[in-house]
């Protein structure tokens, strides 16, 4: 029971500490500052190299730790509950998307607050979406996937591709909503970790790339830093929300770092509301099923390689050769 209790502790202290981290995922939602580019030898940082490969030494032997808390009794006990929950996680996503859309349309936002509904045509698409996903019927799902698919790329005619690269993880609930009951249902969900991890890490380069924005909200906001400078703590931010993408893109994200994580998100809320609530509400979603899910269905890319050795060095490498092509594409084209 006190093993119990002491985990439970410091799980809520890690999240209470880790939340202003995620609080700004989007920041362009929550400031009116121009985005201005930082040069390249700035972000490059002796600092920014030195985290690189700290957190992928880190990441490295956390493909050994986590086999170790999957054994745990009580880490067992919760398997096996949310295990029962599986079959359920479609309609989590399908009337989530539903309940996501609503919110949406009620505000007068399409995908993100950013997106302001421009004509009737586009809010009469969106509810007639919402209608479909509410139908028990795996035709209408597919059917309101496809429309789901047009409005992306309405809003991409509109913001551009580099601007909705953000809201990727639209397209994976699109491909997961229209495999269903199909002979490619399985490819779904890996379809969804992959897509939302993608996001995730895309949004991450953002503050490094355009670091004033996120020091404009920590001022607005009076964000705690934890005794960081402002800059210093922009940096940890993005790294924290860029190993998450990647701990989803490689299936190392287990139930209990999902769990963590919507947890850090839901305390976002309180610094930042309802625009919180609109623009992230999918994302809840989706870290829901994460949680149900874990990642039993999921063949991660890192079990390509057996041994421990070669499962320690893949994920090191590959984490400093995902973070430098994502930051030079997104510096590239931003």
Same mark, same amino acid.
């Given at each position: ?25 989007h920041v362009k939602w929550f400031t009116e500052v ?129 601007? %909705? ?86 299936? #190392? ?28 509400? %999918? ?18 890319? #890192? ?32």
């Amino acid at each position: 029971m006190k093993k119990r209790k002491a985990i439970v502790v410091i799980l809520f202290v890690f999240v209470m500490v880790c939340s202003p981290f995620l609080v700004d995922a989007h920041v362009k939602w929550f400031t009116e500052v121009t985005s201005e580019k930082e040069e390249v030898e700035n972000i490059l940082s002796p600092m920014f190299i030195s985290i690189t490969l700290l957190i992928a030494a880190l990441l490295a032997v956390l493909t050994q730790l986590l086999p170790i808390l999957d054994n745990i009794p009580i880490t067992k006990k919760i398997d096996g509950f949310l295990d029962k929950y599986r079959k359920s996680s479609r309609y989590i996503l399908k009337y989530g998307t539903a309940l996501a859309f609503l919110i949406q349309v009620l505000s007068g936002t399409l995908f993100a607050p950013e997106f302001a509904i421009t004509n009737s045509i586009i809010r009469i698409l969106m509810w007639i979406t919402i209608l479909l996903l509410l139908i028990p019927n795996h035709f209408a799902t597919k059917a309101g996937a496809l429309i789901i698919l047009i409005l992306f790329f309405y809003q991409l005619g509109q913001s551009g591709l580099f601007h %909705m690269l953000d809201y990727g993880f639209y397209l994976a609930i699109v491909g997961v909503l229209l495999v269903g009951r199909s002979k490619l249902e399985d490819w779904g969900f890996p379809f969804l970790y992959l897509g939302t991890g993608l996001s995730l890490c895309w949004v991450a380069v953002e503050k490094w790339v355009y670091p004033a924005m996120s020091i404009d909200i920590i001022h607005q906001h009076a964000v705690p830093t934890f005794g960081f400078a402002p800059a210093t703590f922009v940096v940890l931010a993005a790294f924290i929300e860029f190993v998450v993408g990647y701990l989803l893109i490689v299936g #190392i994200l287990n139930r209990l770092l999902a769990f963590v994580l919507t947890l850090i998100f839901i305390t976002s809320t309180m610094l930042f509301g309802v625009t919180e609530i609109i623009g992230h509400l %999918m994302v809840h979603i989706v870290l829901l099923i994460f949680i149900i899910e874990g990642v039993s269905f999921y063949d991660p890319p #890192i079990n390509i390689h057996s041994t421990k050795i070669s499962r320690m060095v893949f994920v090191f490498l590959n984490f400093v050769f995902t973070l430098s092509t994502f930051l030079l594409i997104y510096y590239r084209f931003a």
